[in-house]
């Protein structure tokens, strides 16, 4: 049985490193029995008790240093990507860029904002964010890239509950989803990535209340 367990962790974290989804039982690390996966609990506590994420402090690409806060008012949606990566950060972006286009009335009523942060400050610069943002969209309208100092990747990570991990090839693995972030700077909620019909019809009941 010990043996059989061992296989089921080895099995699970190498789902994680090439999907970036964490798996495990239910009763050894989630809270209770409410919940099946450590990204499903991740989901639950931030639906649960919002955090508060305005204080947090990126560089952006267009608009320099801001915090979350600079923000209140908008729903900001958010992810988490590195440039070099070619498997889920490029799927990411072309999630934003289909968010881009969907939502377009809200961006322009800046009543949205997209959000790209990257966890790989010390090889992410402007040049490299600019050219992610560029292999998906033309126009960069309400499309926020960005990078924390090193020093507050940490906070930022441990607020929005992702998990980074260095794999074998240089790169990372880490969760993956659209994290919402409500007018009042709190995460609200976190969805698949690919749930953008979820993301849209947040936004725009909100934007219609």
Same mark, same amino acid.
């Given at each position: 049985?010990?043996?059989?367990?061992?296989?089921?962790?080895?099995?699970?974290?190498?789902?994680?490193?090439? @999907?970036?989804?964490?798996?495990?039982?239910?009763?050894?690390?989630?809270?209770?029995?409410?919940?099946?996966?450590? #990204?499903?609990? $991740?989901?639950? =506590?931030?639906?649960? /008790?919002?955090?508060?994420?305005?204080?947090? +402090?990126?560089?952006? @690409?267009?608009?320099?240093?801001?915090? %979350?806060?600079?923000?209140?008012?908008? !729903?900001? @949606?958010? /992810?988490?990507?590195?440039?070099?990566? #070619?498997?889920?950060?490029?799927?990411?972006?072309?999630?934003?860029?289909?968010?881009?286009? +969907?939502?377009?009335s809200e961006i322009a009523a800046q009543k949205l904002g997209l %959000?790209?942060?990257?966890?790989?400050?010390?090889?992410?610069?402007?040049?490299?964010?600019?050219?992610?943002?560029? +292999?998906?969209?033309?126009s960069a309208s309400g499309w926020i890239l960005g990078r924390p100092?090193? =020093?507050?990747?940490?906070? !930022?990570?441990?607020?929005?509950?992702?998990?980074?991990?260095?794999?074998? !090839?240089?790169?990372?693995?880490?969760?993956?989803?659209?994290?919402?972030?409500?007018?009042?700077? $709190? %995460?609200?909620?976190? %969805?698949?990535? =690919?749930?953008? #019909?979820?993301?849209?019809?947040?936004?725009?009941?909100?934007?219609? #209340?």
């Open positions: 049985m010990t043996k059989m367990r061992a296989d089921i962790a080895a099995t699970a974290m190498a789902f994680f490193v090439s @999907l970036c989804v964490v798996v495990t039982t239910a009763s050894a690390v989630t809270n209770g029995f409410q919940a099946f996966t450590l #990204e499903s609990a $991740r989901r639950q =506590e931030a639906m649960r /008790n919002p955090r508060d994420v305005a204080p947090l +402090r990126v560089q952006t @690409l267009d608009q320099g240093e801001r915090t %979350l806060g600079d923000f209140r008012g908008q !729903w900001i @949606l958010v /992810n988490f990507i590195y440039t070099r990566c #070619e498997t889920l950060c490029v799927s990411m972006g072309s999630v934003f860029a289909r968010l881009q286009q +969907r939502l377009t %959000l790209s942060v990257s966890f790989d400050p010390e090889h992410d610069g402007p040049m490299q964010l600019a050219a992610y943002r560029a +292999r998906h969209v033309k100092a090193p =020093e507050d990747l940490p906070e !930022w990570l441990d607020r929005f509950g992702v998990v980074v991990i260095p794999d074998e !090839w240089g790169g990372f693995a880490h969760n993956a989803a659209i994290h919402v972030v409500a007018p009042d700077g $709190r %995460l609200r909620a976190i %969805l698949d990535p =690919e749930d953008i #019909e979820s993301a849209v019809g947040m936004v725009q009941r909100a934007a219609n #209340e």
